[in-house]
């Protein structure tokens, strides 16, 4: 079974801290994805990967950067949290583009 | 603009009532269209992938159908453990999935 983890399941930061959402999965996929999910608007596409040191924007890129060193390793960084950032936070991984995506159990960030 | 429509919002089932869920779509170049489900503060565990029209899958209570429009998620003999959102979700010619907003289901014993 495809397994993805997230590092935290709940976290709380203060305004204009720096934070990291780390995401690993162990299926060696070469797709990993970033989400955030709001009541009433679903889910987002915030950055996604298809390869190592490759990424592109997604929908809602504003106010967030990533990361991917190594192949199963992709990291969401919020450069100044604010509160508006406070939300769901969701990592996903497929093998091919074209296939499901597999989620992670999420983050659940407040900012305060 | 790919869109991704579900209905309806909520559904109320006793045990053992089947009913269907809707997923209406519009995407220039269909590649896939997925089904999750989402329990409340975890992440969608995936379900079903259809790629073509006339394709069904089917995972014990569960079967999700496609048309050149559409997806159902047929439930059969629903269980209270079967209470859940159901997502469903496309993937067009950008490689983006594009989601809907869900369907929230609940099953009373």
């Known amino acids: 079974d495809v397994k993805v983890t997230q590092s935290s399941r709940y976290l709380v930061k203060r305004t204009g801290e720096k934070v990291f959402l780390e995401c690993v999965q162990d299926?060696?996929?070469?797709?990993m994805f970033w989400y955030r999910q709001d009541p009433g608007l679903g889910l987002r596409l915030i950055y996604f990967?298809?390869?190592?040191?490759?990424?592109e924007k997604g929908d809602i890129p504003e106010g967030y950067s990533v990361s991917r060193e190594k192949k199963e390793r992709f990291s969401l960084i919020l450069e100044s949290a604010s509160t508006n950032q406070t939300s769901m936070y969701l990592c996903?991984?497929?093998?091919?583009?074209?296939?499901?995506?597999?989620f992670g159990p999420g983050t659940r960030l407040t900012v305060l | 603009e790919d869109q991704v429509t579900q209905s309806p919002e909520a559904l109320r089932l006793q045990e053992g009532e089947s009913s269907s869920l809707n997923c209406s779509y519009t995407?220039?170049?269909?590649?896939?269209l997925f089904w999750y489900r989402q329990d409340p503060g975890k992440g969608p565990e995936f379900l079903f992938t259809?790629?073509?029209a006339g394709e069904e899958k089917e995972k014990e209570r569960l079967k999700a159908t496609l048309t050149k429009k559409e997806s159902f998620l047929h439930i059969t003999a629903p269980k209270p453990e079967d209470s859940a959102t159901y997502l469903c979700?496309?993937?067009?010619?950008?490689?983006?999935?594009?989601f809907g907003s869900g369907t929230r289901l609940l099953v009373r014993p």
């Open positions: 979700a496309v993937l067009g010619g950008s490689y983006k999935l594009i």
């Open positions: 259809l790629y073509s």
């Open positions: 299926m060696d996929h070469e797709n």
């Open positions: 996903a991984s497929s093998l091919r583009p074209y296939n499901e995506q597999f």
């Open positions: 990967s298809y390869d190592v040191k490759m990424k």
């Open positions: 995407v220039s170049g269909l590649r896939g």
